[in-house]
Nanobody
């Protein structure tokens, strides 16, 4: 079992920045990938960014250059730095942790609201 807790969401004006954190309750050795997803009202959940245990990353194409995912294995935490935020980035952001034994665990989400 892995508990996943997101934090860092909030209300920001367009053009602003936020950094989300995702803390996992297990050590890095128990975790493979960590990823951020988002779900806007009336839309499907979509992958925003992912990072492997080795540090390889991938992003939703439309977000490249504005969002950066990183990971601190010593703290069992992943981060999502979001810059130049736009109103269309408004969504609930979820963290997914993929365990070494093959199960995925989700956090409860953190709301990001970007005002125009």
């Amino acid at each position: 079992q892995v508990q996943v807790v997101e934090s860092g969401g909030g209300l920001v004006q367009a053009g602003g920045s936020l950094r989300l954190s995702c803390a996992a309750s297990r050590t890095a050795a128990s975790i493979n990938g960590m990823a951020w997803y988002r779900q806007a009202p009336g839309k499907q959940r979509e992958l925003v960014a992912a990072i492997t245990s080795g540090g390889s990353t991938n992003y939703l194409d439309s977000l490249k250059g504005r969002f950066t995912i990183s990971r601190d294995n010593a703290k069992n935490t992943a981060y999502l730095q979001m810059n130049s935020l736009k109103p269309e980035d408004t969504a609930v952001y979820y963290c997914k942790v993929s365990s070494a034994w093959g199960f995925d665990y989700w956090g409860q989400g953190t709301q990001v609201t970007v005002s125009s």
